[in-house]
């Protein structure tokens, strides 16, 4: 059974930082791109970093380039998201999901190229 399970969210500063992952199981890693997702109150889910099935292709949404850097470890299974400098604005349910195409080498931010989403874990800044 495919599951994507997200942890390390949680409530923090303005400024302060997170370890966000997604442990996976039930299917092959290495075949596919992982992307994360956010959604905040009554706004559409966004895309904000994705990573390609080998790792040397990442895409950051503009409002999180040079604050957050996606990893991932295919022996353990595992998607990363390290946040820095988190913004009031960045608060929302974060979520990972799988590319749907495997055996691609890039990775889009766009929702709709992604299926089987996990449950989200809540990061909430604020002082």
């Known amino acids: 059974q495919l599951q994507l399970v997200e942890s390390g969210g949680g409530l923090v500063q303005p400024g302060g930082s997170l370890k966000l992952s997604c442990a996976t199981s039930?299917?092959?890693?290495?075949?596919?791109?992982i992307g994360w997702f956010r959604q905040a109150p009554q706004k559409e889910r966004e895309g904000v970093s994705c990573?390609?099935?080998?790792?040397?292709?990442?895409n950051h949404a503009d409002s999180v380039k040079g604050r957050f850097t996606i990893s991932r470890d295919n022996a353990k299974n595992t998607v990363y998201l390290q946040m820095n400098s988190l913004k009031p604005e960045d608060t929302a349910v974060y979520y990972c999901?799988?590319?749907?195409?495997?055996?691609?080498?890039?990775?889009?931010?766009?929702?709709?190229?992604?299926?089987?989403w996990g449950q989200g874990t809540q990061v909430t800044v604020s002082s």
């Open positions: 999901a799988v590319q749907r195409r495997p055996w691609v080498n890039t990775c889009t931010t766009s929702p709709r190229d992604y299926v089987y």
């Open positions: 039930g299917f092959t890693l290495d075949s596919y791109a």
């Open positions: 990573i390609s099935r080998s790792g040397g292709f990442t």
